[in-house]
C-alpha cells in the first residue's frame, strides 16, 4: 500500500517541476516565428506581414540576480507620469497599508487606496496624492502603477479638504440608505487621506 | 474560495469598483488649487448629444455637457 502511495506521490511532484513558474520567464519574443515559417511555407517570395508582437517592445526578462534598479511606469488616463524611469524605491498606498517596492520585489498585484505615492531616487523624494489605482509588480524589477488622478501635494488646497472632511462626516450621520453611507464614507476616507498627505 | 470573503463595505452597499474610482478622483480634483482645479474638472468634461428612439424612430436629440460630479 505504501508503494502505492510513493508511485501516487512522484507523478504530480515531477509534473510540477517540469513546467516553469510564471515569475521566472525569459523575455519574451518579437516575432512569431511558427507563423513566419508557416507563411514561408506557402509565399516564399514575399515577405510576411508584420504581427501586433514585432511591434512591442519585449518584456525584459526576469534577471538571475536582483537589479539594483526599480523601472517604474506610473500612468493615468490622460498622461503617462513616469515612463521606464530607474527609481530606487517607490511606497505604494495599497488598501493594507503604506507598501515599500524595492528592486528585486515579489511580482504582486495591489489595489490602492486614496494615498501617498512616494518616487525614491538617490537623495530626492517626488510625492504624489493618488485618488485610486492599481500597481502590478513583475518578477523582473519593473512596476507598473495605475491611478485615475495623481497630483503633487502642493496642488492640493488645505480649506477645501476641511470643508470636505467636515461636509462628508456630516453626510454620513444623515445618510438613510447603503449607498449613502458608503459614498459618504468614501468622502471621508478620501479627506481624511488627503489631510494626513497634507500634514504627514 | 470563501464565497463571502471581506468585500470592501463600497461593494457590500452595491457600487462598483468603477464607480467607487471614479467618486475617489471627483473627491480628489475638487480638493485642488485654483489654476489645477479648472485645468482637472475641464480635462474631465464630456460633450454628446443624446435621443431616444421610440416605436424604431429617434426623437429629437438633446445635447449634454455634463461634468462627471453629476
Given amino acids: 500500500m505504501l508503494r502505492r502511495a510513493m508511485g501516487l506521490l512522484a507523478r504530480p511532484v515531477a509534473a510540477a517541476r517540469a513546467r516553469s513558474f510564471s515569475t521566472d520567464l525569459p523575455a519574451a519574443q518579437t516575432a512569431d516565428s511558427t507563423f513566419v515559417e508557416a507563411w514561408n511555407k506557402v509565399m516564399p517570395n514575399m515577405d510576411p506581414p508584420k504581427t501586433p508582437l514585432s511591434f512591442m517592445q519585449p518584456r525584459p526578462a526576469t534577471p538571475s540576480s536582483i537589479p539594483s534598479k526599480l523601472t517604474v511606469n506610473f500612468v493615468l488616463p490622460y498622461a503617462s507620469e513616469l515612463t521606464t524611469k530607474e527609481v530606487d524605491m517607490v511606497i505604494?498606498?495599497?488598501?493594507?497599508?503604506q507598501m515599500g517596492v524595492l528592486p528585486g520585489h515579489v511580482a504582486t498585484i495591489t489595489e490602492l487606496k486614496p494615498g501617498v505615492l512616494s518616487v525614491h531616487k538617490g537623495n530626492e523624494t517626488t510625492k504624489y496624492f493618488i485618488s485610486s489605482g492599481f500597481v502590478f509588480i513583475?518578477?523582473?524589477?519593473?512596476?507598473?502603477?495605475i491611478a485615475v488622478?495623481?497630483?503633487?501635494?502642493?496642488?492640493?488646497?488645505?480649506n477645501l479638504v476641511q470643508k470636505g472632511l467636515a461636509e462628508f462626516t456630516q453626510k454620513l450621520s444623515s445618510a438613510t440608505t447603503d449607498l449613502e453611507k458608503a459614498e459618504?464614507?468614501?468622502?471621508?476616507?478620501?479627506?481624511s487621506a488627503l489631510n494626513s498627505a497634507l500634514t504627514g | 474560495m470563501a464565497s463571502n470573503a471581506a468585500v470592501p463595505f463600497w461593494r457590500a452597499a452595491?457600487?462598483?469598483?468603477?464607480?467607487?474610482?471614479?467618486?475617489?478622483?471627483?473627491?480628489v480634483r475638487n480638493c485642488l488649487k485654483e489654476p489645477y482645479k479648472t485645468e482637472a474638472l475641464s480635462r474631465e468634461r464630456v460633450h454628446f448629444s443624446i435621443s431616444k428612439w421610440t416605436d424604431g424612430k429617434p426623437e429629437k436629440p438633446t445635447i449634454r455637457s455634463d461634468s462627471p460630479a453629476e
Fill in chain 1, 92 to 97: 505604494v498606498p495599497a488598501t493594507t497599508g
Fill in chain 1, 184 to 191: 459618504a464614507q468614501i468622502g471621508i476616507d478620501v479627506h
Fill in chain 2, 14 to 27: 452595491g457600487m462598483t469598483y468603477i464607480t467607487y474610482s471614479n467618486i475617489c478622483a471627483n473627491l
Fill in chain 1, 149 to 158: 488622478e495623481a497630483v503633487p501635494l502642493d496642488q492640493i488646497d488645505a
Fill in chain 1, 138 to 145: 513583475h518578477a523582473n524589477s519593473f512596476a507598473d502603477i
